[in-house]
């Protein structure tokens, strides 16, 4: 309907299309690229296919967890290992 606020789309996809995911950037003054964005999926990720995996840009960092949000755990192991240990070069797994 014209001046909808939301729009329903029916479809007869595999449930991909419905993924939510939250994202989190951090922008400097300088413009200088610190840190990369991050991608956060709702699930554990342990499902994935690694052909799926390769298709991700390398400039984002992907992770998962149970509701699809960037609670402490999740902003603790994106800044120790983007921000904090990106100029050491030892980024390390969560």
């Known amino acids: 309907m014209k001046g909808a606020t939301t729009v329903q789309v029916r479809s007869q996809a595999s449930g991909l299309d419905k993924r939510h995911a939250t994202s989190q950037v951090a922008i400097f003054a300088d413009e200088i690229s610190r840190i990369k964005p991050l991608i956060v999926f709702r699930g554990k990720g342990t499902k994935l296919l ?3 995996k ?3 840009d390398k ?3 992907v992770d998962f967890q149970d509701n699809d949000w ?6 603790l192991c994106w800044l120790q290992n983007q921000y904090i240990l990106r100029s050491k070069s030892q980024l390390s797994p969560c």
């Open 50 to 52: 690694q052909t799926e």
């Open 54 to 56: 390769n298709l991700w």
């Open 70 to 75: 960037v609670n402490g755990k999740v902003m």
């Open 59 to 61: 400039r984002v960092v």
